[in-house]
């Protein structure tokens, strides 16, 4: 399968596979306590934290059989990024995750790209896209039952600050498209 994900010009976002120079825009994102605190990562305290993890995590997806991810890019600078970032072969199932820097919340940017994404991974083969969320992230459950994901498990998540909380689990099949 090839692994390589083409450019797309999404209204006026632009997305296309993350790059190492991408790094200060990534850390400047990631960086932001807002941002971050529903993830399992971050904050970023170092820019050269933000070059790793693209270098070393995102650019060796390839060797997992998944896709670098996209930076969500506006203007010439990332805003963001998607990616699919895990594959259950039993299900023949691909989970989406996704950050977008808070100048951007509530502006339908990230619903135009999970929607892409969704179409992308249909059209890659897979039977089944997933999304998780914490629970008291009511940004990110609204913009996934938007989408038309329903509900399928809950578990505990360790969040970046090692607290954990509930997160579900939401679903979407090809056949509901």
Known sequence: MDLTLKPKRIGNLYLREIEVSDYLDYFEIGSDLETVKYLNWGPFIKPIEAKYV???IFRK?????????????LDDRM???????????KSNSIEIGY????DYWGLG???KCASYMVSLAFSMGYDKVVI????????SVRLIESLGFKYEYQTLAQLNNNTYCIANYYAKYKNEE
């Open 109 to 111: 940017y990230m619903r």
């Open 61 to 73: 997806r390839w060797d997992d059989n998944l896709p670098y991810g996209y930076a969500i890019t």
């Open 79 to 89: 805003i963001g990024m998607i990616d699919f970032h895990s594959i259950n072969q």
């Open 99 to 102: 950050f977008l820097k808070r």
């Open 132 to 139: 998780g969320s914490v629970v008291d992230n009511l940004r």
């Open 54 to 56: 693209i270098e070393e």
